[in-house]
């Protein structure tokens, strides 16, 4: 019996700790202004993003948060939020070496966006 309990223990930790981690940082421009991108994934949770101004201070400079809101075609769809207001919509391509696409704001003023990947990271069982 104490075997058993131990077996599912085990298994049990196995699985919790099965989840994998990722993410990557992306630099690059929305319109003239220069940004900074960081998206990650956790298994089982979903996607996340946020990123910042690096070049004008918007949001007093903190980063924006964006949420996952599935796919159009072949562009990733983030939704950004200020002050728990959506303001604007991500139309995003990712390759292996950075992203590219379309901002548009809660004006409907759409702005082309451009970033190459500066670093990112893995880790799973």
């Known amino acids: 019996m104490k075997r058993l309990c131990f077996l599912s223990f085990l298994l049990c930790t196995v ?3 099965s989840a994998s981690i ?4 992306y630099k690059g421009k929305i319109g003239p202004y220069g940004v900074e991108f960081v998206f990650a994934h956790v298994s089982g949770m979903g996607n ?29 769809i983030f ?5 728990g207001r959506n303001t604007g ?5 990712f390759n292996n070496y950075g992203l590219k696409g379309n901002f548009v704001n809660s004006q ?10 500066t670093s990112s990271y893995y880790d799973g069982i």
């Open 15 to 17: 699985l919790t700790l």
């Open 22 to 25: 990722s993410h990557a940082t």
């Open 48 to 76: 996340g993003a946020q990123y910042r101004y690096l070049t004008i201070k918007v949001n007093h400079g903190d980063w924006i948060t964006l949420e996952e809101a599935g796919f159009k075609g072949k562009y990733q």
């Open 79 to 83: 939704k950004e939020y200020i002050n």
């Open 89 to 93: 919509t991500f139309y995003l391509i």
């Open 108 to 117: 409907g003023k759409k702005y082309t966006v451009s970033a190459k990947r």
